[in-house]
């Protein structure tokens, strides 16, 4: 897994484990055998470590982490000491990313230069760990206090000309780095070695440590809210100032150990994995990501200059592919152009994107008002509001208009796929696109197949989510798919929670605590009253029911219409500047309680004859979660989604959902399913008009097994394959 090459005078230690070099056992063992041999050899005068393949070094294997059977020595410190205490000049040569343990290698060489192209970076933050190689002890020698402690919190990566800038390179090259390697090594060997033994040398700015570290603290607390690992790192940190670099090392040690046995971690680096699963699309039939081809796509259409449509429309210029905007009305047209280039010059504001690159993406977006001009486009996202009808003469009109090949998607958020395909002569082509709003800025693309839609259609569409920068994950059509249909439960129960005895502030502040980034009433306030108010009377409409404020039950299903009040009074959020919360003009970041609000509640409640109490904040956590967790398993269990892995990242980037609690899924495993069925069945002896509280039956199954089985084997139980 290390290639040893003598190449004159030089010994070349190339790591060669693919993909990403990560630094396994047997990495570690040859590099300690690499390093070795080389001092043994009187011939060689200096050695180069690279890495083989894209990247110099990804960092530690994070598989090993959770099976301390892997973790056998050398570990990576012992590693990093056999090349410090080298007697031939050690440099490493880096391309690519050298990232978290891949960075701390390189600090143990006594000389580093990169690829102009590289990026370095201590990620370890991520995955809930500090850089537990003496990287916490290494990084301020060179940097400075200040700079490591954001570099090592934040677990950002840094250009190689910043890492230049920063002390942590020696020298940015332009030609190929093997070569300047070679070059860069003839000219130090001799030189004295000690003063580049980063172990030998003090932290310059020490005697600040304390001024910085108070200062990183407070920024970091307020950006990380609810996160461990980042304090742990400021703390190392300051102890590099603090202590003698041995005593430093040791207390890194302590502090990477008592993280890495830590819930939050052990959440963070599933996601990780979860994120990465989610590509690894499967459908039913067997056709997966391994086997099928995605169709090219050169030009597409979007249909629908909302709000949505225009969002989408970004994401797909931004990637320079093509797009042409429909919209009948042409003032509705020049708006959503307008809202377009607005989008892109706000991204030029945030230097995310040049004024030329932006002009690029203009270019290649054109605007029409009739879906004549879509004859010839690969693709086309249709993104006008949620009516079944409506979409169904567009897809039959687009069936006639587009060339055969043409995919038609939908960005529906709740629609059967089914009953939209079966408006066309080509339901195979057909396949929901479903973005979250802004669609520009949300990560998540939930892709929806129907029972006609073909491999390769499926293929196309998640190639497509890559090709724009979503993370994005398959599901099987149904009534809201996973997003929608689970986190309505979670939604629902906020609502009944309010009629019970909380307001939304108190909700609010116990789902935050939790670690949701907002509540969700305030999410509701930004995304607007009037929305879900529209949802609502679309669903009632379609069900052929009348739904007022006067609503309690509807076939036997419990509903609540406190919400419906405060569309009623004009209150839709921060638009009109009152929802379920107050704003000020000048600040509409910050939601202020509302009298008014409480006013409106309990007068319902007292409308309705609902007798009200406290609610202690487990049970609030409890109602909306495993709320949501049941109708998790009554997914799985449909085969809706393929993983729980799946319903985890949507929670994640659709509705921030803490990675370091994993997400719903991952969460239920933690709190053990035993638990989780008997709290199910509590409430839904409590509240039977609730379908959302009829248990699952794939959670009943689980929970009945004597031991917890792990999240890997789930998927075994579903259609009763285990009992
Ligand atoms: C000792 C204590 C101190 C040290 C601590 C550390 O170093 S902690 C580590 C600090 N370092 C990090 O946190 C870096 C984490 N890695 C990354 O940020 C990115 O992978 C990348 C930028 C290196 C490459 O991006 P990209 O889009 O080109 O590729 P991709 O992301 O799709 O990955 C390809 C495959 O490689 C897999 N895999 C990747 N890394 C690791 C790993 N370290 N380990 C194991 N596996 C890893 C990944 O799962 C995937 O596997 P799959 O699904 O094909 O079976």
């Not at 590289?118 to 916490?136: D, M, N, Q, S, Y």
């Not at 949701?516 to 409409?541: N, T, Y």
């Amino acid at each position: 897994m290390v290639d040893y090459i003598i190449d004159q005078n030089l010994a070349i230690l190339a790591v060669n484990n693919p993909p990403v070099n990560a630094l396994s056992h047997h990495v570690r063992e040859g590099l300690v055998e690499g390093i070795k041999k080389a001092n043994a050899n009187d011939q060689v005068t200096a050695i180069v470590i690279i890495g083989k393949g894209k990247i110099f070094c990804s960092g530690a294997d994070i598989r090993e982490f959770s099976n301390h059977a892997a973790i056998k020595d050398p570990v990576l410190t012992s590693v990093g000491h056999t090349i410090e205490n080298s007697g031939k000049p050690v440099i490493s040569a880096i391309h690519g990313n050298a990232l978290g343990g891949g960075l701390e290698v390189a600090l143990f060489c006594h000389y580093r230069i990169a690829s102009e192209s590289a990026r370095v970076g201590f990620p370890e933050v991520l995955i809930g760990i500090l850089p537990g190689a003496e990287g916490t002890v290494r990084l301020p020698r060179l940097s400075g206090l200040s700079f490591a402690m954001d570099m090592i919190a934040s677990g950002k990566q840094i250009n190689a000309k910043d890492a230049f800038k920063h002390g942590i390179l020696d020298k940015v090259c332009t030609g190929n780095i093997l070569e300047e390697a070679k070059d860069f090594a003839k000219k130090v060997i001799g030189q004295p070695l000690d003063s580049r033994r980063l172990s030998r040398i003090n932290v310059e700015d020490a005697s600040n440590v304390d001024a910085v570290f108070e200062v990183a603290l407070a920024q970091v607390k307020k950006k990380y809210k609810g996160q461990i690992a980042p304090i742990y790192c400021l703390k190392s940190v300051r102890n590099s100032a603090k202590m003698s670099f041995d005593k430093a090392a040791a207390e890194e040690r302590r502090l990477i150990t008592e993280l890495m046995l830590g819930y939050q971690s052990i959440a963070l680096r599933y996601s990780f994995f979860a994120e990465r699963s989610a590509s690894k699309w499967r459908l039913p039939c067997g056709a997966s990501v391994n086997n099928t081809k995605p169709s090219k796509i050169e030009s597409t259409g979007v249909i629908g200059a909302g709000t949505m449509g225009s969002g989408i429309a970004v994401c797909l210029i931004r990637a320079g592919i093509p797009v042409i905007l429909v919209e009948k009305d042409p003032k509705m047209l020049e708006k959503g152009m307008e809202t377009i280039s607005g989008i892109l010059d706000g991204s030029v504001k945030l230097k995310r994107m040049t004024p030329g690159q932006k002009a690029k993406c203009m270019e290649i977006l054109k605007g029409a008002t009739s879906l004549d001009k879509l004859s010839n486009v690969d693709l086309v996202i249709e993104a006008v509001y949620e009516n079944l009808e409506l979409k169904r003469q567009i897809f039959a009109q687009l069936d006639k208009v587009c060339k055969p090949s043409t995919l038609l998607c939908s960005n529906t958020s709740t629609l059967d796929i089914d009953k939209i395909a079966s408006a066309t002569n080509r339901p195979d082509k057909v396949v929901g696109t479903h973005f979250f709003a802004p669609a520009f800025i949300m990560r998540l693309l939930e892709n929806v197949y129907g029972s006609k839609t073909s491999p390769t259609t499926v293929a196309t569409v998640m190639e497509l989510g890559r090709r724009i920068g979503k993370v994005t994950v398959l599901v099987k059509t149904c009534y809201g798919f996973v997003g929608n249909r689970t986190h309505q439960c979670f939604g629902a129960e906020a609502s009944f929670l309010l009629e019970e005895g909380c307001l939304p502030q108190d909700i609010d502040q116990v789902l935050e605590e939790f670690g949701m980034a907002m509540g969700p009433f305030k999410v509701s306030d930004l995304s607007g009253i009037d929305v879900g108010w529209r949802i609502r009377q679309e669903v009632a409409k379609a069900a052929g029911f009348k739904l007022t404020t006067e609503t309690r039950y509807h076939n036997g299903e419990r509903i609540s219409t406190v919400g419906d009040s405060l569309f009623e009074m004009g209150r839709y959020g921060i638009k009109t500047g009152k929802g379920w919360y107050k704003y000020d003009p000048t600040n509409l970041r910050k939601p202020v309680p509302d009298s008014d609000v409480a006013d409106v509640i309990l007068d319902h409640c007292a409308k309705m004859g609902l007798q009200r109490c406290k609610i202690p904040p487990q049970e609030i956590i409890e109602r909306c979660l495993f709320a949501a967790v049941n109708e998790c398993f009554r997914v799985l269990e449909e085969r809706v989604a393929e993983k729980p892995e799946d319903i985890d990242v949507i929670w994640q980037y659709g509705f921030s959902f803490p990675r370091y609690a994993g997400g719903p899924m991952f969460y239920a495993s933690q709190v053990g399913l035993k638990r989780v069925y008997e709290r199910v069945c509590f409430y839904h002896e409590k509240f039977p008009y609730s379908s959302h509280w009829i248990p699952s039956d794939l959670l009943r199954k689980l929970a009945s097994h004597s031991v917890e089985i792990p999240m890997s084997q789930w998927k075994e139980f579903v259609n009763g394959s285990k009992l």
